[in-house]
């Protein structure tokens, strides 16, 4: 594949919108590549590993910001900063898992309440949503 694609070509590369790769050149996650005169800018290997790194962080949790920072790591430190990130993250996702453990034992609940409301009576889950 030769590298000297559109934007169009480097978002589908990618698989980001062509929007995303705008969005990211105005908060500076990317270089903007200068444009020839008369001419149509061109991207190349890198720009498409870097989306794909921006993409994969961000699939991950990384907010924006994060992602700024792990793509400035360098050197023998990089290690123990990325790991402590990343510690960060899965506390965070541990703390959504387990809200979510909460809300589906909530929803089961209501469910459950739902299935056994007799007919014609109040349904448990409008009022669970009105009153809490």
Do not use: W
Not at 67 to 81: F, P
């Amino acid at each position: 594949m030769t590298f000297a694609l559109t934007i169009g070509r480097l978002a589908l590369t990618a698989d980001v919108h062509v929007e995303t790769v705008r969005y990211y050149q105005r908060i500076g996650l990317l270089q903007e590549p200068q444009r020839p005169l008369g001419g149509v800018r061109r991207y190349s290997e890198n720009e498409v590993a870097r989306l794909q790194f921006i993409r994969r962080a961000k699939m991950m949790g990384f907010t924006l910001k994060e992602i700024a920072g792990l793509l400035q790591l360098k050197g023998t430190r990089a290690c123990d900063r990325t790991r402590r990130l990343t510690e960060h993250r899965l506390l965070d996702v541990r703390c959504k898992l387990e809200s979510l453990q909460r809300l589906e034992a909530e929803l089961l609940q209501l469910v459950d309440e739902c299935a056994h409301a007799p007919r014609g009576g109040r349904c448990p889950t409008l009022d669970f949503l009105r009153h809490e």
